[in-house]
């Protein structure tokens, strides 16, 4: 077995670590949104946060693979905007999946977090039902979003246009 073998076996582990998130994400999601308690729905949040934790490793693991498997099929970062132009516009699509895993996604469940607490506390807010659904709504959104993203990127991975 060679590095490059190496390297894409890699590159096949953190894929599979992006759709262990795809697949848990919205599973996770649809026992929180079913759950009337509020205990429940926290101990959905936390797993879901848990489950998120897995998601910088697997953008690490793609990354540093997908740097190795271009350093051994000879592709330089002039080769994205040429000759390779499918793997920069992927980059450009996986920058994109990043930013909202990494960034936009997890402040909206820090946000849902404290709107729990609060909900759990004596006197609730008056509007933290409607808050609770619209950030639901919007984790909807991003759940969403990171599939078309990923379908996305597995086409041009698949045809290379």
Known sequence: MDW????LFFHLLGVGMIFT???AGPIIEANFRWENDIRMKQHAAKMLR????LSPFGALVLILSGIGNMIF???NIGDLFGAD???GIKLFFFIILLGIGMVVSPKTARQRAMLLDQMNQVNPPEDASDKLEALNSKQTVFFVLNWVLVV???LITLFKP
Not at 50 to 53: D, T
């Open 73 to 75: 099929l000879n592709i």
């Open 85 to 87: 132009a499918w793997l």
């Open 50 to 53: 848990s489950v998120g934790l």
């Open 4 to 7: 490059f073998h190496v390297s």
């Open 152 to 154: 996305i990127i597995v």
């Open 21 to 23: 998130l795809l697949f």
